[in-house]
């Protein structure tokens, strides 16, 4: 198949540090290239991909030093090239949330439009009921919940290379792990709170977003003083295996309903089980009691720490290639793309 991925500006594909989205978009065009595909990757130009790159952008909309930007502007600039060029697709596979609904109307039967994000926000539905002819892809069945009636065509979940992170099976005595993102509902001060409880000490590799600056300093930095406590700050992917795969267990104590999340498969694939809240997708990725333990409270999660014993390392990296690599996620989006693709026909008359 001739595949178009279109993937959101702001973080380089993949991202240098912190950045989900853009990650799956970079893991899923490789995997699918090396299934024989021809895909081109629509992205910046700081992307590394081994598909056909067309750079819309110079650099990535985060590491761009320049002080005023509109990525609102760069992204539109994008969707130009792409309908610039439909002729060389079969299939059009947006990442870029709603931005082309309105300019690919003509094709919409024959896109795919995967939602990264958290859909209870107050004006998608409508939207998505004006647009009810592009074919939704969700992550998680729980992310579907706010729109139960929008297109939705498959759930996939994300996957990440098999041979991106290596298993840890003997790492069950150390540090508990927080990493992610500094914010409210990702709840970085219940990790605390659990870490001390349980007398183990906890390790906080996050990055903190201007808009989170004010709760770093007011809620989580007075948390920092103590012993059992570390911040190590953001981390790259070359960072990942040896902070993920030498903790005892991922803390994932979110207050939000996360669409996916991640860093639960990224530790699964080192081998660490997870200690997660019942809340958004984690039902759907974690297995309560074989990858690790979903709670309801800070004393269920003390308690699943003291179970992590139970659990097998080695047995939750099988999980890990059975569910979540990213070869798995490109053999699901070959199933939703043969349901979509485009005849030439149609492709030449909206290039007209």
């Known amino acids: 198949m001739r595949i178009a991925q279109i993937s959101p500006l702001y973080e380089a594909v ?36 081994h598909a ?25 600039t994008q969707l130009y090239e792409v309908k610039r060029q439909l002729e060389r697709f079969d ?35 409508d ?42 099976p003997h790492s069950g005595d150390g540090y508990l792990a927080f990493l992610g993102r500094i914010s409210p509902e990702k709840r970085p001060d219940r ?13 906080i590799a996050a990055k903190v977003d201007a808009v989170d600056q004010a709760y770093f300093h007011e809620h ?24 993920l795969g030498n903790a005892r267990a991922l803390l994932f104590p979110i207050d939000w309903p996360e669409p996916f999340g991640l860093v639960m498969i990224e530790a699964m694939a080192c081998g660490t089980p997870v200690i997660a809240w019942n809340c ?13 333990f979903i709670v309801n409270s800070e004393d269920e999660a003390v308690d699943a720490v003291m179970r992590l014993p139970r659990l097998n390392r080695k047995s939750i990296r099988s999980v890990f290639e059975r569910r979540f690599t990213a070869d798995v996620m490109a053999a699901a989006y070959e199933t939703v793309y043969r349901q979509v693709m485009m005849p030439p026909a149609d492709l030449r008359a909206v290039g007209t």
């Open 91 to 125: 299939v059009l596979h947006f990442h870029i949330d709603l931005l082309h609904l309105p300019a690919f109307e003509a094709v919409a039967s024959h896109t795919i439009t995967t939602l990264h994000g958290r859909l209870d926000l107050t004006d998608l539905a």
């Open 280 to 292: 958004g997708s984690v039902p759907s990725v974690v297995d309560d009691g074989l990858t690790g």
């Open 14 to 49: 993949p991202p240098k540090l912190y950045g989900g989205t853009e990650r799956i978009v970079a893991y899923l065009t490789d995997a699918l290239v090396k299934r024989g595909h021809e895909v081109t990757l629509f992205a910046s130009a700081d992307a590394q991909t």
């Open 220 to 243: 989580i930095a007075p948390l920092l003083d103590d012993p059992l406590v570390q911040f190590v700050g953001e981390i790259s992917d070359a960072n990942k295996e040896a902070f």
């Open 52 to 76: 056909r790159l067309c750079a819309t952008r110079a650099q990535s909309i985060r590491l761009d030093p320049s002080p005023l930007k509109s990525d609102l502007a760069a992204h539109l």
């Open 127 to 168: 939207a998505y009921a004006r647009w009810p002819q592009y074919p939704l892809v969700s992550i998680s069945r729980q992310q579907r919940a706010p729109l139960p009636h929008a297109s939705w065509i498959a759930t996939v979940p994300h996957g990440i290379p098999a041979d991106l992170y290596r298993a840890h």
């Open 191 to 203: 990790a605390i709170a659990i870490a001390r409880r349980a007398g183990i000490p906890l390790r």
